[in-house]
């Protein structure tokens, strides 16, 4: 772990070619996080006026004492509480944004304290402040935490802000093993991605000229034994592969953060989530957490790999026209994103009739994959989702979604590969039984 922990608040010239930062400069995973944090802040922000926001779960889990611990060190303290939705959590939206910015105090730094939304509110914040951030994480759910992302709804309509990453994370590992499980499992969901999107990443590489980074993509490497051998210590929160997940998530945040793109954490895996969110967005139905629906996608993804590998020669079609009809209200953002891809797909259909290019393309992608029994038995052994309905969604959903997930994004992926080969869309429903049903 040491090898990455060196990046951390580093500007360097890498292999790639690129030159890479880390504004990222602590990341702290101790039991005694809390009562180190405010040391930790000084050594990287001047003043001290600091503010704290939470949820009234996270509040009480954490910041509290978060406060304590920075009181009794002089600093002056400011808290917002992030109010609930509905009665439910809190959402990261453009209001709830307006409504904290008018009370947004006068800080030299922001304090997030909790996972997803709260993150990323304060993070959106204190960017509109020109304020450094920084976060005490209470669950190992999301590698958002060291990105510069936030992924807010604006008037309705999901969208991505590049705001900053923050300068500090501190854990406590009980507190990130007391979380509630489903948030963990969700983690567990996102992070496995990371083979099979690395596949995707190499695809863009060989065939569109997207930049790759060996380091950016080898980062989690030497953690993913921890949970991906073993996922029943996950499930039953064993410290070494809590820390592991964790770590995981953050420093796929930050190889992102690296890059300057997804590309190292996020392939056509994600788009399934991203594709139950926009249709639960349109009719009102139910979608689950990010990483669980990301797990679910992720085995979606290998076995359309597993039938990839087994191509000697492709025989390859233009993509499908876009359904405009399934797109409704969405299909004005839907259409400018599949329009743009359409004729970087047309380009790539010369290039994979190139043998000795498709031959190196398996060859690279077969030894960093995974099959979709490995990824399966790994979300299952581990208590995460790994069926349809373990996310909420009927078959004719499910299947919705993974015919229309092709078209929300301009980036190709080994979703378009698979139309492209002409797996999709015949392979679908094999797929979805063998692999995504319940038993
Ligand atoms: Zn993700
Ligand atoms: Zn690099």
Known sequence: MSNRKE???????????????????????????????????????????????????????????????????????????IPD???????????????????????????????????DLTKWLAFEHRIPFSVLATAATMNGYTSANVAPTIKGVKTLLVAQAPLAVFAVPSIVANAPFELTAAGLGDVIAKPISTADWIMNHLYNGEPFCRTCSELINSLEPYYFDCPEHIRERRPQAMEALMNALLYSGIAMTMIGTSAPASGGEHLLSHTLDMMSGMDGGEHDLHGRQVGVGTILSAALYEKI???????????????????????????????????????????????????????????????????????????????????????????????????????????????????????????????????
């Open 7 to 81: 990046l951390l608040g580093k500007t360097f010239v890498c292999s790639c070619g690129q030159t890479h930062t880390v504004p990222t400069q602590t990341i702290l995973y101790a039991e005694d996080s809390l009562e180190r944090l405010p040391s930790h802040l000084e050594s990287c922000v001047q003043g001290r006026r600091i503010v704290l926001l939470a949820d009234t779960r996270t509040w009480d889990i954490a910041g509290e004492q978060a406060r304590q611990s920075l009181e009794k060190k002089g600093w002056s303290c400011q808290v917002l509480m």
């Open 85 to 119: 939705q509905d009665s439910k959590s809190p959402i990261c939206d453009d209001n709830t944004f307006d409504r904290m910015n008018r009370c947004f105090p006068k800080a030299d730094v922001a304090l997030a304290v909790g996972s997803g939304v709260v993150c």
């Open 309 to 439: 590998f087994e191509i000697q020669t492709p025989q390859l079609n233009s993509l499908p026209t876009l359904d405009r009809a399934f797109w409704a209200r969405r299909l004005e953002s839907v259409s400018r994103q599949y329009e743009s891809k359409v004729p970087v797909t047309e380009a790539m259909i010369g290039k994979l009739q190139d043998q000795d290019r498709w031959r190196k393309f398996l060859d690279q992608c077969r030894s960093l994959s995974r099959t979709p029994k490995q990824i399966k038995q790994c979300l299952q052994a581990a208590g995460a989702a790994h069926t349809y309905a373990d996310i909420q969604c009927s078959r004719d959903r499910f299947v919705d979604a993974v015919l229309h997930m092709h078209e929300i994004r301009k980036r190709p992926t080994v979703v378009d590969l698979a139309w492209m080969l002409g797996i999709l869309p015949d392979a679908a429903e094999d797929i979805i039984d063998q692999w995504l049903t319940p038993e």
